[in-house]
């Protein structure tokens, strides 16, 4: 036997012997983070906001996932509140059994509207999300933010956030390197969308939980906890920006849970 081969032999080997720990440890660390629940669980469906996509979602779901729970992070249109809370409603209604309905950002408005009447949400979760009343709109409730005419630019019918001003007003505590893609990545909104007067507020009558990020840029903490307190919402903070769900997949995951555990 060479000994060029007897090296990748040993290579070989070894590599096997990192993936059968890799293996054997697997299952360890989904039972750490358990989620305690007991029977049928419920679908999580995640609504995304405006300047995100539903991969903004993918560590909640991961961690959704592993412990069983069936996930939809769903494509939210961006094109207004009326053509995207229709598209959340469908794939509500094609969801068999109770739903958990999440929503970041301008996704609180969308499922404000989707959820209105339907008995089968058992929960809103609002993760650093607009939660208006009737006749509100999402720039009323962001005032006070650096989200305006300074760090945004329209192109046709579509607002952006500009790529200079993406990190400080989305996504402060990430890396500029990743806010640097999110930023080129971004999902542009309909630039009417966040001037929508809302036509309805499933909060009223549907218990919802609410993740304030206290190092919001996007939407001022004190009008999240004023949103939670008006909902009555079984309430959170963390020390996050408003990309909450990418910055901190924890504390979001917790707050979903925290909703299953208390609709069940």
Same mark, same amino acid.
């Given at each position: 036997?060479?000994?060029?081969?007897? *090296? +990748?032999? #040993? *290579?070989?080997?070894?590599? &096997?012997?990192?993936?059968? &720990?890799?293996?054997? &440890?697997?299952?360890?660390?989904?039972?750490? !983070?358990?989620?305690?629940?007991?029977?049928?669980?419920?679908?999580?469906?995640?609504?995304?906001?405006?300047?995100?996509?539903?991969?903004?979602?993918? !560590?909640?779901?991961? +961690?959704?996932? +592993?412990?069983?729970?069936?996930?939809?992070?769903?494509?939210?249109?961006?094109?207004?509140?009326? #053509?995207?809370?229709?598209? $959340?409603?469908?794939?509500?209604?094609?969801?068999?059994?109770?739903?958990? *309905?999440?929503?970041? %950002?301008?996704?609180?408005?969308?499922? %404000? /509207?989707?959820?209105?009447?339907?008995?089968?949400?058992? @929960? *809103?979760?609002?993760?650093?999300?607009?939660?208006?009343?009737?006749? !509100?709109?999402?720039?009323?409730? %962001?005032?006070?933010?650096?989200?305006?005419?300074?760090? #945004?630019?329209?192109?046709?019918?579509?607002?952006? $956030?500009?790529?200079? %001003?993406? /990190?400080?007003?989305?996504?402060?505590?990430?890396?500029?390197? #990743?806010? @640097?893609?999110?930023?080129?990545?971004?999902?542009?909104?309909?630039?009417?969308?966040?001037?929508?007067?809302?036509?309805?507020? @499933?909060?009223?009558? $549907?218990?919802?939980?609410? &993740?304030?990020?206290?190092?919001?840029?996007?939407?001022?903490?004190?009008?999240?906890?004023?949103?939670?307190?008006? @909902?009555?919402? /079984?309430?959170?903070?963390?020390?996050?920006? /408003?990309?909450?769900?990418?910055?901190?997949?924890?504390?979001?995951?917790?707050? $979903?849970?925290?909703?299953? +555990?208390?609709?069940?």
């Amino acid at each position: 036997m060479s000994r060029r081969f007897s *090296l +990748r032999t #040993t *290579l070989f080997a070894a590599a &096997l012997g990192v993936a059968a &720990l890799s293996t054997t &440890l697997a299952p360890a660390a989904a039972s750490a !983070e358990d989620s305690g629940y007991q029977g049928a669980k419920p679908t999580i469906v995640l609504v995304h906001g405006a300047f995100a996509d539903a991969g903004s979602w993918n !560590e909640v779901t991961q +961690r959704l996932q +592993r412990n069983g729970f069936p996930v939809l992070a769903v494509a939210n249109p961006l094109r207004g509140v009326p #053509t995207d809370a229709a598209a $959340i409603r469908q794939v509500v209604d094609s969801v068999k059994g109770p739903v958990i *309905l999440v929503g970041h %950002s301008y996704g609180g408005t969308v499922i %404000s /509207h989707a959820a209105a009447g339907d008995k089968d949400v058992k @929960a *809103l979760v609002y993760i650093a999300a607009f939660a208006p009343a009737v006749g !509100e709109s999402a720039g009323q409730l %962001s005032a006070g933010g650096k989200l305006g005419p300074d760090t #945004t630019r329209v192109v046709g019918n579509d607002l952006y $956030i500009r790529p200079e %001003s993406f /990190h400080e007003v989305f996504a402060a505590d990430l890396p500029r390197r #990743t806010t @640097a893609l999110m930023a080129a990545a971004q999902r542009p909104i309909d630039a009417g969308a966040l001037g929508f007067q809302a036509t309805a507020a @499933a909060w009223q009558d $549907i218990p919802s939980w609410y &993740l304030v990020a206290k190092q919001d840029n996007a939407i001022p903490a004190d009008s999240q906890r004023a949103m939670a307190a008006r @909902a009555k919402s /079984h309430t959170t903070e963390v020390n996050a920006s /408003h990309a909450v769900s990418v910055s901190r997949p924890d504390a979001t995951y917790a707050t $979903i849970l925290g909703a299953v +555990r208390g609709t069940r």
